[in-house]
């Protein structure tokens, strides 16, 4: 059973604009991903944030984790015509184990 | 090399084959996972593989047999399969399994086997 619900299921923005991506999940984590998927291909792994980080950047993407409300987002700023994928976010639960957990997806469509 | 490699990269096969995808990786990792996904979904986890044992089986049917001959190869042996199993097989390996402090828990997916049962 998936952990994670991400909103929206799609977002469409054009090239320049900032995308926000929101993920929610149920139980206490390890540590929370992004992964990038490009047209139903392999998944790309983006960033990860520890529970005890509330914010990480890398380049042009920031997430942000608040254990409290059990949420992440993730923008992506000065977006690409090249950003147009599915972001996912996945969740590793402290069990010790690194099993991700994928939340739902968000479809980005950045138009030139 | 950080790359995972899978083949075939497309798959048609009927109810009554057997076939088997195929999955390597040349970084020296010792996990490697198998995922499903279906159309518009999330991969959700098949086997994982832990120092060539399986660690992981998350209910999946026994048409679907994996198999790890040594630490870079995976395979997923298929038969008798419904149509019900067309998706995308993504094989993904990491560093470890097991969560440690001090190493990168990043998974690495290889591009997938897309595959269609009829």
């Known amino acids: 059973s998936q952990q994670g619900e991400e909103d929206p299921q799609a977002l469409s923005i054009q090239e320049g604009e900032n995308a926000t991506m929101n993920c929610s999940y149920k139980?206490?984590?390890?540590?929370l991903q992004w992964y990038r998927q490009n047209s139903g291909r392999g998944l790309v792994h983006l960033i990860l944030?520890?529970?005890?980080?509330r914010e990480k950047h890398s380049g042009r993407l920031r997430v942000t984790l608040d254990t409290s409300k059990k949420s992440s987002s993730l923008l992506i700023t000065a977006s690409r015509a090249a950003d147009t994928a599915s972001y996912f976010c996945?969740?590793?639960?402290?069990?010790?184990?690194?099993?991700?957990?994928f939340g739902t997806g968000t479809r980005l469509l950045v138009s030139p | 090399d950080t790359e995972v490699t899978q083949t075939p990269k497309h798959l048609v096969m009927g109810m009554t084959n057997k076939k088997s995808l195929k999955c390597e990786q040349h970084?020296?990792?010792?996990?490697m996972y198998w995922y499903k996904q279906k159309a518009k979904k999330p991969p959700e986890l098949m086997f994982v593989?832990?120092?060539?044992?399986?660690?992981i089986n998350e209910s999946v049917p026994s048409r679907f047999s994996p198999e790890c001959p040594n630490s870079s190869l995976l395979n997923l042996h298929l038969h008798a399969l419904q149509p019900e199993d067309s998706a995308l097989y993504l094989c993904?390996?990491?560093?470890?399994?097991?969560?440690?402090?001090?190493?990168?828990?990043?998974?690495?997916f290889g591009p997938g086997t897309r595959l269609t049962v009829l």
């Open positions: 993904a390996s990491s560093q470890d399994f097991v969560l440690r402090r001090s190493s990168y828990n990043e998974q690495f």
């Open positions: 139980t206490s984590i390890n540590n």
């Open positions: 944030i520890r529970s005890n980080e």
């Open positions: 996945a969740t590793v639960l402290n069990t010790g184990f690194q099993k991700l957990v």
């Open positions: 970084m020296g990792h010792r996990a």
């Open positions: 593989y832990s120092y060539e044992k399986l660690s």
